[in-house]
Each structure stands twice: as structure tokens, then as C-alpha cells.
């Protein structure tokens, strides 16, 4: 075999033979285990950084990613998990911050710092004007050198899955009731059944086969439900395929085409009434899309058309008329389903120690088809689904949002728990209407939910043997009242960032004046008052008193812009935790021996 000189290698052109090509993955797993023991043991130089990144892409991520993931991280022990977004400009400093924070200064000698122990992470991801975007190859080969083997990475591979909906069903139109026009639709209802009878293998495949009576079709309602009542005991007798009786799934339904707002609520429920009545189990509705499910690109199932204060009454009529309503379009959760294994199969190639996928616009029962094949494909790594609280739940007879958001994330949480999801966020999906997760008070229209509502959904959580990440504005404030809580962890990016220039890819977004970079000072502060709820939680003594006084100066030293008195106390809250953590883990956990890494 020619010899091979490293630098050849790693250079992007060289002539490639089987041999050299072997040498090539070789050597850059090689460099990438360089890199690894260099940043452990000391610093690397900026040659084998530079090697290391070379190697990192070529490689399309990391060979040698760890096999422990986010859900693996024990916040009992080591208190609640905190990320950071960005897109690695500043994964440095957030890795400098986790480094320099109370608690890892607080750890034995003896116990490696390691990424599960410091529970920080760079959160990769691209911040846009519309919210949370992807990162590629390059700003994951800046986080992954800043980041490998100290501290953690996770990422957000979209908030909305890429829809992907199936073929409509056959539809029979039916202008008149006339015999003439019966035998007509009785024999193009045969001939779409056809198929689905005279399948290769002889087993007849499920359809639902869709009556369409138009407007200005001259048909007095009794009169239709006589013509549709005729032509679903034609479908139901097995005559439309010549059989005793029809397979099992072949069946009519009626679709109805429906206008907007109060004039479209009407039409759909005289169209579930002519359901009922002629016996038909399913309805289908076709409409135009409402200005605000344009915007969005589209929403679940029926809120393309209406709003939830009519979505849930018709769905709740429905169910009473034992009809099943839906939307023209049916997702194909299959399809969903493997669009979203490929970014996060990505993510976690490229080293990442979880990854967020949105299930944003699916209802509760494609997400339930999403998650479990997800789960399947990704069951020994970190893949959190996430439920956005400014979209709620779309489900089976009801729309849980605003005052019904609670029993919604609970319905959710339980859908994904059944498919073995350990870990799940919890977050708003629309960053630009300015409104969060979090309540400022039982009168704010602004938040989502109250702190009641947070203990109840967290404890909700447990019984499931979940753990939940929060996100969605959350300030530095609301950090302490979390660690408190002893919540699993919570994401942030206002809280620890300050806002810069534009630059880089982000210039040719038209929406952006400014962009949110984090800083050393923002995430230890939010990581010190975090870590401080976490130990007034834990501490019911007088260390615990005094540290939830140094945190409420503190607090209030943040909200008048106190830059003096935020510095010292600042300093004296990271002092006072240094010392709750050595108490917690002598007294609470009994012995320094039971704080590994």
C-alpha cells in the first residue's frame, strides 16, 4: 500500500484509490481522538483544530459519539439541566460559563468533569426572525470543537414537520336523486372499489369512497338522506363489489365543501346531521384556508378551515352523531415519520446528546403514528418531541387550548410516554407574537400557564417517569423559580445573550435588526440563580433562607439595572452555592462517594 501523508489526507483533493480511501477514514478518526485527548489533557493547538474540522466533516460528524445521551443526566444529583441556543459563535463562552458555575467548582477532585456531570449545553441552533432554525455542517463542526467531551449538545431539528399528505379519496359527484343519477353514481362507486377488491393477492385493502352533493344541487335535505341512506346500503350489502357483504373498511362518506367562519360551521353540521341520519360514518370537509393557517403554512386538521371555537363544538357534535370529521387532507405519517428520523439521525451522527423534533401541525393521533415509529428507529439515544403551548392539541372530539391547555399536555404526555420517550420540551413555537410560556400573573394574556399549572405538569410528568425541559422566554427569574420547582432543565436565550450586528448567514434575513449572542456573564448568571432555586428547594435550613435572600437581591438588582449590585451579589449568590452544594451532597446524599462521574 502507498504510504500516506497526512496532510494529503486531510486536504480536499488527492487522487483516491480503495486503499487511500481506507487510510483516509482511518487517519481522521485518528485526528478526531487527537483533538479529544488534547482538549481533555490541555489545549490543541490551531493545526490539529484545524485538522480535527477537516477530519469532522469529512467524516460527516463524530465516529466516536458517546452512547449516553441527555436522558442519562441525573438533575436529582446534580441539579436541573440548562441550555443555551446558539448557533456556535459563542459555544465557547457558554462552555467557559458551565465551567466557571457553582456547582462543578463545588465537585470533589475527585470526579471528572464530564458533559453529564456539568449538565450544560450549546443548544445548535440558528436564531431567526421567525424562531428556531436548523444549523449545517459548519456550525455544527464549530460547536462539536467547542464543545466535545465537557459539555453538552443538543439541538432542534424543526419545530414543524415536513407534511406530506395522501392521495385524496375518490369522490362521486351527485347533482340530482333522480334513479337515472343513482345508477349512475352506483356504478362509478363500483368501479373505484374495483381495485381495492382485485388486489394481487386477493385481500381486499380498505376505502372510503367520498359523496359529493354540490350547492346548487336542487336536492331537499329529507330527499338526500333517502339518496345517501340508498347508496350506503348499496356500499354496505357488498352489491358495489359483488359480495355478501362489503370488506372490512370499504365504506361511503360525504364530503362537504364549506365556507369560513359562522357560514362554514353551519354547513358542517347539517353535513355530520345528513351523515347520521343516512348512516354514513364519515365526513369529510374541503374549504379554504383561514388567513392565520396560511400564515403558518398550514395547521392540524380542521383549524386550516375554522378556529378552535368552532373546531371543538363540530367535533364535539360529531362524536355525538357517531361521525368521524376530518379534514380534506390525511398526513401521511409514515412519510412524516422517516423526514424527521433523517435530521435527527444527523443530529446525533454529528455528536449531539439530544434533539428536538416539533410534531407541529399533526393532530393527537398522528403524532401518536409519528412518535412511535421515531421512538422505535432512535430508542438508545435522546430524541424529545415537543409540545408547543401556543398551538395546543388537536384531538379526538376537542381542541385544548388557552384555559384547556393543562388537560391537553397531559393527553399528550401520556400519547408519547405509551412509545417509551424519556425526555420531551415543552415550548412556545411563535417567538415573534411575543408571547411565553410562563404566566406573570393570573390576569396576564401574554403567558400560557401559571406556576400551579407548571408543579401540577411536572408532577404529572414523573408519574410517567418523564422528564420535561421548559422553554419559551423563560428570564432569569423565571430560572430560579424552575430550579426550585426542581424541573428536569429549562432552555434560555434572551435571558443569557446580548444583542449584536447582523452578520454572517443571518444578513439576508428581512426580518432581523439585531441578534441574540450569548456571553460568559448572562449564562453563569442564569446558571448560579438555577442552581440556587435547585438548592432552596433542597436546603430547609438556614443556608437555604440565606440563599433565597441573596437570589431575591439579586433579582432585584437585575430588574432595576443595578450593574454594582448585580456584580457583588452575583459573586456572594455563586459563594453561598458553592458551599449549598457541598452541604447537599454530604447531608442529602449521605456521602461524597455517591457523587460520580
Known amino acids: 500500500m502507498n504510504a500516506v501523508v497526512p496532510g494529503q489526507i486531510l486536504r ?41 474540522r477537516q477530519a469532522y466533516l469529512r467524516l460527516g460528524g463524530d465516529p466516536a459519539r458517546s452512547t449516553d445521551s441527555l436522558k442519562d443526566y441525573d438533575h436529582v444529583r446534580y441539579g ?14 457558554i462552555r467557559d460559563a458551565a465551567f466557571e458555575s457553582p456547582k462543578v467548582c463545588a465537585l470533589p477532585k475527585s470526579v471528572r468533569r464530564t458533559p453529564l456531570v456539568v449538565g450544560i449545553a450549546v443548544d445548535a441552533e440558528r436564531l431567526g426572525g421567525i424562531g428556531e432554525l ?38 362521486i359527484l351527485l347533482r340530482t336523486d333522480s334513479t337515472n343519477a343513482l345508477k349512475r353514481a352506483e356504478r362509478e362507486i363500483t368501479e373505484a372499489f374495483r381495485p381495492f377488491v382485485n388486489t394481487p393477492d386477493r385481500q381486499p385493502r380498505p376505502l372510503t369512497v367520498l359523496i359529493d352533493i354540490p350547492r346548487f344541487a336542487r336536492i331537499t335535505n329529507p330527499r338526500k338522506v333517502a339518496a345517501l341512506a340508498h347508496l350506503a346500503s348499496f356500499v354496505a350489502s357488498g352489491k358495489a363489489v359483488g359480495m355478501r357483504r362489503a370488506p372490512k373498511g370499504q365504506v361511503l362518506g360525504l364530503v362537504a365543501w364549506v365556507g369560513r367562519g359562522i357560514t362554514g360551521r353551519d354547513t358542517s ?92 401541525p399533526l393532530t393527537r393521533p398522528e403524532i401518536d403514528n409519528v412518535v412511535q415509529q421515531v421512538q422505535q428507529w432512535l430508542c438508545g439515544w435522546s430524541a424529545a418531541p415537543v409540545f408547543f403551548v401556543d398551538q395546543g392539541l388537536l384531538r379526538e372530539g376537542a381542541v385544548d387550548v388557552e384555559r384547556d391547555l393543562p388537560r391537553g399536555i397531559q393527553i399528550w404526555l401520556k400519547t408519547v410516554a405509551a412509545h417509551g420517550v424519556r425526555v420531551v420540551l415543552i415550548d412556545t413555537i411563535d417567538k415573534a407574537s411575543g408571547r411565553r410560556l410562563l404566566k406573570t400573573s393570573p390576569g396576564d394574556t401574554k403567558g400560557y400557564l401559571g406556576w400551579r399549572q407548571i408543579k401540577r405538569i411536572e408532577e404529572y410528568a414523573r408519574d410517567l417517569k418523564m422528564k420535561v425541559l421548559w422553554a419559551g422566554g423563560l428570564g432569569m427569574r423565571d430560572a430560579f423559580e424552575m430550579g426550585k420547582l426542581e424541573v428536569f432543565g429549562i432552555y434560555v436565550t434572551s435571558a443569557a445573550a446580548t444583542t449584536v450586528p447582523v452578520g454572517g448567514s443571518y444578513v439576508c434575513d428581512p426580518a432581523l435588526a439585531g441578534v441574540k449572542k450569548p456571553t460568559r456573564e448572562g449564562v453563569l448568571r442564569t446558571k448560579i440563580l ?35 449590585s448585580i456584580t457583588s451579589l452575583t459573586a456572594e449568590l455563586a459563594s453561598k452555592c458553592v458551599a449549598g452544594w457541598r452541604a447537599y451532597w454530604d447531608v442529602k446524599l449521605k456521602s461524597r462517594s455517591r457523587i460520580t462521574g
Open 80 to 93: 436541573p439541566f440548562l441550555g443555551v441556543s446558539d448557533e456556535g459563535s459563542a459555544a465557547g463562552e
Open 269 to 360: 353540521m347539517t353535513a355530520i346531521d345528513l351523515a347520521c341520519r343516512a348512516g354514513l360514518g364519515v365526513v369529510v370537509l374541503d374549504g379554504v384556508k383561514r388567513k392565520v393557517a396560511d400564515q403558518a403554512v398550514s395547521l392540524a386538521g380542521l383549524l386550516d378551515y375554522f378556529p378552535p371555537g368552532i373546531v371543538g363544538p363540530l367535533l364535539r357534535e360529531a362524536n355525538q352523531a357517531n361521525v368521524h370529521l376530518r379534514a380534506a387532507n390525511l398526513p401521511d405519517a409514515d412519510t412524516i415519520a422517516r423526514s424527521i428520523w433523517v435530521g435527527l439521525n444527523t443530529a446525533r451522527a454529528m455528536g449531539a446528546d439530544l434533539g428536538k423534533y416539533g410534531c407541529f
Open 12 to 52: 480536499s483533493r488527492y487522487s483516491r484509490t480503495e486503499d487511500r480511501d481506507r487510510s483516509w477514514a482511518d487517519l481522521c478518526r485518528r485526528t478526531l481522538s487527537e483533538y479529544r485527548h488534547a482538549v481533555i489533557f490541555g489545549n490543541p493547538s490551531p493545526t490539529l483544530t484545524a485538522k480535527a
Open 134 to 171: 436548523a444549523v449545517g455542517p459548519e456550525e455544527y463542526a464549530d460547536i462539536w470543537l467547542a464543545c466535545v467531551d465537557r459539555v453538552l449538545i443538543t439541538t432542534n431539528i424543526g419545530t414543524r414537520v415536513n407534511v406530506r399528505v395522501y392521495r385524496r379519496e375518490p369522490r
Open 530 to 564: 438555577l442552581e440556587a432555586g435547585f438548592l432552596v428547594s433542597k436546603l430547609k435550613d438556614v443556608a437555604g433562607r440565606d440563599l433565597e435572600r441573596v437570589a431575591g437581591a439579586l433579582l432585584s438588582a437585575l430588574d432595576q439595572a443595578d450593574s454594582v
